[in-house]
Structure formats: structure tokens, C-alpha cells
């Protein structure tokens, strides 16, 4: 399954559904060295109820907007 989700930093972690598959995640992590990245990961893995291995970003590791991958 594939989502698209806008990422907001340094705020308390949540994932809010926009629409069928648009999401905003917000997760404590700053975007620094790939925490941010890795914290989204750990945020939607918890949301989705899977693992962090089955959690990938496929577009948008320098950015906001990203498309992320899950396998459920």
C-alpha cells in the first residue's frame, strides 16, 4: 500500500488522516542525520500495527512531502 504524507517535526508524535491515502505524521524528531525520516517510520509502523521492516519511504527523504511504502 502506498501513501503520501506531508511531515511536521519537533512536534509530539501523531498521524492524522487526510483522505484515502494522504496523511499528515507529525513525529518529535528534528531533521537532522535522518531522525525525522526514522522517526516517521517508527510512527506509521505503531499506526499501522506492522513492523518498522515493512515501513519504507520510497520518495522525498530531503522533504516534507514523502511516498512512503507499508506492507500490510
Given at each position: 500500500m502506498?501513501?503520501?504524507a506531508r511531515i511536521k517535526t519537533g512536534v509530539e508524535d501523531n498521524v492524522e488522516k487526510v483522505d484515502n491515502n494522504h496523511f499528515i505524521v507529525s513525529v518529535l524528531e528534528?531533521?537532522?542525520k535522518g531522525q525525522a525520516n526514522r522517526g516517521?517510520?517508527?510512527v506509521l509502523?505503531?499506526?499501522f500495527k506492522v513492523?518498522?521492516?515493512e515501513v519504507s519511504i520510497k520518495s522525498g527523504f530531503t522533504s516534507s512531502n514523502k511516498i512512503i511504502e507499508i506492507n500490510i
Open positions: 502506498k501513501i503520501f528534528r531533521p537532522i516517521v517510520i517508527r509502523a505503531n499506526y513492523t518498522k521492516s
